[in-house]
């Protein structure tokens, strides 16, 4: 998202740039039609992170409260990498797979939509 300042003159540092984070990137993960988590979760992970870990660790710490986690069909998961269609290797590491910087990962689970349907 781009922002304009209010005054032309206006220079700022970027406080979040990849150099400010040792060594880790941000990752934002998102679960589509689960709003009980209102906006994708931060993370700043090392890059070579592999999927496995960010599936497998890293995603239940998040989102394993909510009722419908635990029916997630992790193979028919579809996955989106910065708005377009993902299908990442579980061996593979993040960056291998273009997981960069400040990327969004969206995940939606056909057949769960929120609590009681509701998209919550």
Not at 28 to 51: I, K, N, Q
Not at 64 to 87: E, R
Request: contains cysteine.
């Amino acid at each position: 998202m781009s922002v304009a300042a209010i005054t032309p003159t206006y220079v700022g540092e970027r406080r979040d740039r990849v150099e400010n984070f040792h060594g880790n990137q941000i990752v934002y993960v998102g679960w589509d039609r689960h709003l009980m988590f209102c906006s994708p979760v931060a993370f700043a992970l090392p890059p070579e992170t592999p999927f496995s870990k960010l599936q497998d660790e890293i995603i239940p710490g998040a989102f394993s409260q909510h009722p419908d986690f635990a029916q997630i069909d992790w193979s028919a998961v579809v996955w989106h990498l910065n708005g377009a269609p993902f299908s990442p290797s579980r061996d593979k590491s993040l960056i291998e797979q273009g997981v960069d910087h400040k990327s969004i990962i969206r995940m939606a689970t056909p057949g769960l939509n929120g609590i009681k349907g509701s998209g919550s």
